[in-house]
Protein backbone atom coordinates (compact mmCIF):
# COMPACT_ATOMS: atom_id res chain seq x y z
CA UNK A 1 0.00 0.00 0.00
CA UNK A 2 1.41 3.72 -0.47
CA UNK A 3 3.49 4.71 3.01
CA UNK A 4 4.85 1.19 3.11
CA UNK A 5 8.53 -0.15 1.77
CA UNK A 6 9.32 -3.41 0.81
CA UNK A 7 12.80 -4.59 2.16
CA UNK A 8 15.59 -6.92 0.06
CA UNK A 9 18.63 -7.41 -1.72
CA UNK A 10 20.56 -6.38 -4.82
CA UNK A 11 22.50 -8.36 -6.92
CA UNK A 12 24.73 -6.39 -9.66
CA UNK A 13 26.51 -7.52 -12.88
CA UNK A 14 29.77 -5.48 -12.56
CA UNK A 15 31.07 -3.98 -16.16
CA UNK A 16 31.15 -1.51 -19.21
CA UNK A 17 27.41 -0.92 -19.98
CA UNK A 18 26.26 0.73 -23.38
CA UNK A 19 23.13 2.55 -23.47
CA UNK A 20 20.73 4.37 -25.74
CA UNK A 21 19.85 7.67 -26.14
CA UNK A 22 16.90 7.50 -23.79
CA UNK A 23 19.23 5.68 -20.97
CA UNK A 24 18.26 2.15 -21.75
CA UNK A 25 20.90 -0.21 -20.95
CA UNK A 26 21.65 -2.44 -24.37
CA UNK A 27 25.06 -4.32 -23.47
CA UNK A 28 27.53 -5.55 -20.86
CA UNK A 29 31.03 -6.68 -20.82
CA UNK A 30 30.68 -8.65 -17.86
CA UNK A 31 33.58 -8.66 -15.40
CA UNK A 32 32.47 -9.57 -12.18
CA UNK A 33 29.43 -9.92 -9.48
CA UNK A 34 28.25 -7.83 -6.76
CA UNK A 35 25.43 -8.95 -4.19
CA UNK A 36 26.18 -7.30 -1.25
CA UNK A 37 23.37 -4.73 -1.23
CA UNK A 38 20.82 -4.12 0.65
CA UNK A 39 17.68 -2.20 -0.76
CA UNK A 40 14.61 -0.08 1.05
CA UNK A 41 11.88 0.53 -1.64
CA UNK A 42 9.73 3.20 -0.76
CA UNK A 43 5.79 2.92 -2.27
CA UNK A 44 5.10 6.36 -2.27
CA UNK A 45 1.76 6.50 -4.68
CA UNK A 46 0.66 4.49 -7.12
CA UNK A 47 3.30 3.79 -9.97
CA UNK A 48 6.35 6.55 -7.48
CA UNK A 49 8.67 4.33 -6.48
CA UNK A 50 11.79 5.90 -4.21
CA UNK A 51 14.48 3.47 -3.98
CA UNK A 52 17.38 3.54 -0.86
CA UNK A 53 20.29 1.26 -1.78
CA UNK A 54 22.81 0.28 1.61
CA UNK A 55 21.11 3.18 3.25
CA UNK A 56 22.57 5.89 0.83
CA UNK A 57 19.38 6.80 -1.21
CA UNK A 58 18.52 6.57 -4.80
CA UNK A 59 16.85 6.91 -7.70
CA UNK A 60 12.75 8.05 -7.85
CA UNK A 61 10.63 6.81 -10.38
CA UNK A 62 7.19 8.51 -11.16
CA UNK A 63 4.25 7.58 -13.29
CA UNK A 64 5.41 10.03 -16.07
CA UNK A 65 8.66 7.66 -16.44
CA UNK A 66 6.36 4.88 -16.91
CA UNK A 67 6.43 3.39 -20.03
CA UNK A 68 3.30 2.14 -22.22
CA UNK A 69 4.60 -1.51 -22.29
CA UNK A 70 6.48 -3.64 -20.06
CA UNK A 71 8.30 -6.91 -20.79
CA UNK A 72 7.63 -9.86 -19.04
CA UNK A 73 5.05 -8.88 -16.47
CA UNK A 74 6.95 -5.93 -15.31
CA UNK A 75 6.26 -2.65 -15.36
CA UNK A 76 8.95 -0.48 -16.68
CA UNK A 77 9.88 2.79 -16.07
CA UNK A 78 12.69 4.95 -17.82
CA UNK A 79 14.36 8.12 -17.66
CA UNK A 80 17.71 9.67 -19.15
CA UNK A 81 18.93 11.36 -15.54
CA UNK A 82 17.24 8.73 -12.65
CA UNK A 83 18.09 5.96 -14.93
CA UNK A 84 15.58 2.38 -15.79
CA UNK A 85 13.38 0.42 -13.28
CA UNK A 86 11.32 -2.41 -13.43
CA UNK A 87 9.25 -4.21 -11.24
CA UNK A 88 7.21 -7.48 -11.39
CA UNK A 89 3.25 -6.43 -11.48
CA UNK A 90 1.58 -10.04 -13.22
CA UNK A 91 3.08 -12.59 -15.09
CA UNK A 92 0.12 -13.46 -16.79
CA UNK A 93 -0.24 -16.65 -18.25
CA UNK A 94 3.05 -17.72 -16.67
CA UNK A 95 1.47 -16.65 -13.05
CA UNK A 96 1.79 -13.94 -10.22
CA UNK A 97 3.82 -13.96 -7.04
CA UNK A 98 2.05 -12.89 -4.02
CA UNK A 99 4.43 -12.43 -1.24
CA UNK A 100 7.29 -10.95 -2.77
CA UNK A 101 8.76 -8.61 -5.53
CA UNK A 102 11.49 -8.54 -7.92
CA UNK A 103 12.70 -6.99 -10.65
CA UNK A 104 16.23 -4.83 -11.95
CA UNK A 105 17.46 -1.55 -11.15
CA UNK A 106 19.58 -0.27 -14.03
CA UNK A 107 20.12 3.40 -12.42
CA UNK A 108 24.08 3.01 -12.46
CA UNK A 109 24.14 -0.63 -13.91
CA UNK A 110 22.55 -4.31 -14.15
CA UNK A 111 21.37 -4.91 -10.64
CA UNK A 112 18.40 -7.23 -10.24
CA UNK A 113 16.31 -7.09 -6.56
CA UNK A 114 13.97 -9.42 -5.05
CA UNK A 115 11.89 -7.35 -1.90
CA UNK A 116 8.64 -7.53 0.04
CA UNK A 117 7.50 -6.69 4.09
CA UNK A 118 9.11 -6.91 6.61
CA UNK A 119 7.88 -10.44 8.03
CA UNK A 120 6.32 -11.86 11.00
CA UNK A 121 7.82 -15.28 10.98
CA UNK A 122 6.07 -18.45 10.25
CA UNK A 123 4.23 -20.28 12.69
CA UNK A 124 3.98 -23.69 10.42
CA UNK A 125 7.00 -26.20 11.06
CA UNK A 126 7.56 -26.77 7.14
CA UNK A 127 6.79 -24.83 4.10
CA UNK A 128 7.57 -25.07 0.01
CA UNK A 129 8.24 -22.58 -1.95
CA UNK A 130 8.23 -21.84 -5.16
CA UNK A 131 10.74 -19.65 -6.99
CA UNK A 132 11.27 -16.73 -9.85
CA UNK A 133 14.44 -16.32 -10.74
CA UNK A 134 15.97 -12.99 -12.82
CA UNK A 135 19.43 -11.90 -13.56
CA UNK A 136 22.04 -12.58 -16.17
CA UNK A 137 24.40 -15.38 -17.23
CA UNK A 138 27.47 -15.23 -19.22
CA UNK A 139 28.50 -18.35 -20.86
CA UNK A 140 31.37 -18.72 -23.31
CA UNK A 141 31.39 -14.88 -23.54
CA UNK A 142 27.94 -15.05 -24.57
CA UNK A 143 25.61 -12.82 -22.02
CA UNK A 144 21.81 -14.27 -21.38
CA UNK A 145 19.11 -13.35 -19.29
CA UNK A 146 18.10 -16.01 -16.62
CA UNK A 147 14.51 -14.96 -16.40
CA UNK A 148 11.77 -17.56 -15.33
CA UNK A 149 10.45 -20.26 -12.37
CA UNK A 150 12.83 -23.30 -11.53
CA UNK A 151 12.58 -25.63 -8.62
CA UNK A 152 12.47 -24.27 -5.43
CA UNK A 153 12.61 -23.77 -1.74
CA UNK A 154 11.61 -26.42 1.15
CA UNK A 155 11.91 -24.67 4.58
CA UNK A 156 12.09 -26.74 8.12
CA UNK A 157 11.54 -24.82 11.22
CA UNK A 158 11.85 -27.28 13.47
CA UNK A 159 15.51 -27.84 12.31
CA UNK A 160 15.73 -24.17 11.70
CA UNK A 161 17.50 -24.91 7.85
CA UNK A 162 16.54 -23.85 4.03
CA UNK A 163 17.63 -26.14 1.12
CA UNK A 164 16.80 -24.06 -2.02
CA UNK A 165 17.27 -25.81 -5.71
CA UNK A 166 17.54 -23.33 -8.80
CA UNK A 167 17.21 -24.63 -12.38
CA UNK A 168 18.98 -22.05 -14.18
CA UNK A 169 18.27 -21.13 -18.18
CA UNK A 170 19.47 -17.73 -20.06
CA UNK A 171 17.69 -16.74 -22.70
CA UNK A 172 18.90 -14.42 -25.50
CA UNK A 173 18.28 -10.50 -26.22
CA UNK A 174 18.72 -10.17 -22.31
CA UNK A 175 18.15 -6.03 -22.11
CA UNK A 176 15.27 -6.51 -25.07
CA UNK A 177 12.26 -8.74 -25.76
CA UNK A 178 14.08 -11.45 -23.76
CA UNK A 179 10.58 -12.80 -22.45
CA UNK A 180 10.00 -14.02 -25.83
CA UNK A 181 12.83 -15.94 -26.34
CA UNK A 182 13.97 -20.09 -25.69
CA UNK A 183 15.33 -21.24 -22.54
CA UNK A 184 18.55 -22.98 -22.39
CA UNK A 185 19.28 -24.75 -19.62
CA UNK A 186 22.70 -24.15 -17.85
CA UNK A 187 23.08 -26.09 -14.67
CA UNK A 188 21.02 -26.61 -11.60
CA UNK A 189 22.50 -26.42 -8.34
CA UNK A 190 21.91 -26.40 -4.47
CA UNK A 191 22.61 -24.64 -0.97
CA UNK A 192 20.99 -25.55 2.35
CA UNK A 193 20.81 -22.81 4.63
CA UNK A 194 20.64 -21.73 8.56
CA UNK A 195 17.59 -19.74 9.21
CA UNK A 196 17.93 -17.25 12.39
CA UNK A 197 15.53 -15.65 14.65
CA UNK A 198 14.93 -12.32 12.92
CA UNK A 199 14.05 -14.07 9.19
CA UNK A 200 17.47 -13.85 7.21
CA UNK A 201 19.64 -16.71 6.48
CA UNK A 202 23.10 -17.30 6.76
CA UNK A 203 25.10 -16.82 3.68
CA UNK A 204 25.85 -20.56 1.90
CA UNK A 205 27.88 -22.26 -0.66
CA UNK A 206 25.80 -22.63 -3.25
CA UNK A 207 27.10 -25.56 -5.94
CA UNK A 208 26.25 -28.05 -8.49
CA UNK A 209 28.12 -29.08 -12.39
CA UNK A 210 31.43 -27.25 -11.79
CA UNK A 211 29.64 -24.07 -10.42
CA UNK A 212 30.40 -22.49 -7.07
CA UNK A 213 29.59 -19.41 -5.50
CA UNK A 214 27.27 -17.81 -2.50
CA UNK A 215 23.55 -17.75 -1.85
CA UNK A 216 21.53 -15.69 1.38
CA UNK A 217 18.50 -14.10 1.81
CA UNK A 218 15.29 -13.70 4.28
CA UNK A 219 11.72 -14.29 5.07
CA UNK A 220 9.53 -11.73 4.00
CA UNK A 221 5.43 -11.04 4.19
CA UNK A 222 3.00 -10.20 7.53
CA UNK A 223 0.64 -12.19 8.59
CA UNK A 224 -2.02 -9.54 8.13
CA UNK A 225 -1.33 -10.25 4.10
CA UNK A 226 -0.69 -13.71 4.01
CA UNK A 227 -4.38 -15.57 3.04
CA UNK A 228 -2.32 -18.44 5.54
CA UNK A 229 -2.57 -16.47 8.88
CA UNK A 230 0.85 -16.88 9.35
CA UNK A 231 4.03 -14.54 8.65
CA UNK A 232 6.82 -15.24 6.36
CA UNK A 233 5.40 -16.89 3.06
CA UNK A 234 7.42 -14.91 1.36
CA UNK A 235 11.49 -15.21 0.98
CA UNK A 236 13.78 -13.50 -1.04
CA UNK A 237 17.62 -14.35 -2.38
CA UNK A 238 20.88 -12.95 -4.24
CA UNK A 239 23.03 -15.25 -5.65
CA UNK A 240 26.84 -15.52 -7.55
CA UNK A 241 27.92 -18.30 -9.32
CA UNK A 242 31.49 -18.68 -11.66
CA UNK A 243 32.81 -22.31 -12.88
CA UNK A 244 36.45 -22.64 -13.57
CA UNK A 245 35.99 -21.40 -17.16
CA UNK A 246 35.36 -17.80 -16.02
CA UNK A 247 31.69 -18.56 -16.74
CA UNK A 248 29.42 -16.06 -14.55
CA UNK A 249 25.61 -15.95 -13.33
CA UNK A 250 24.48 -13.54 -10.69
CA UNK A 251 20.67 -12.64 -9.85
CA UNK A 252 17.65 -12.38 -7.40
CA UNK A 253 14.79 -14.81 -6.19
CA UNK A 254 11.58 -14.26 -5.33
CA UNK A 255 9.63 -16.91 -3.55
CA UNK A 256 6.19 -17.58 -2.25
CA UNK A 257 4.93 -20.15 -0.43
CA UNK A 258 2.93 -22.81 -2.21
CA UNK A 259 -0.38 -22.56 -0.03
CA UNK A 260 -2.55 -25.39 -1.99
Given at each position: ??????????????G??????????????????????????????????????????G??F????????????Y????????????????????????????G????S?????????????????????????????????????????????????????????????????P????A???????????????????????????????????????????????V?????????????L???????????????????
Amino acid sequence: MPGQALVGYEACAKGPVTRDAQGHITGIALTGTKIDNGLKIHYLAEDKYQLDTNGFGGSTFVPSMKQPVGIAGYDHFLDPVQGEFEIFSDGGSDGTILFATFGADFSSGPCFFAAGLQPTLPTIRTAEYGLWIDGLAQIGGVTSRLYGGGKGLSLDLASGTGTITLALGGRADPFGDFASQTITPIQTVTATMSLHADGTFSTATLSGGGYTGSIYGRLVSQASGNVSGDGGAGAVFVFELQNGAGDMMVGAIAGGAILI
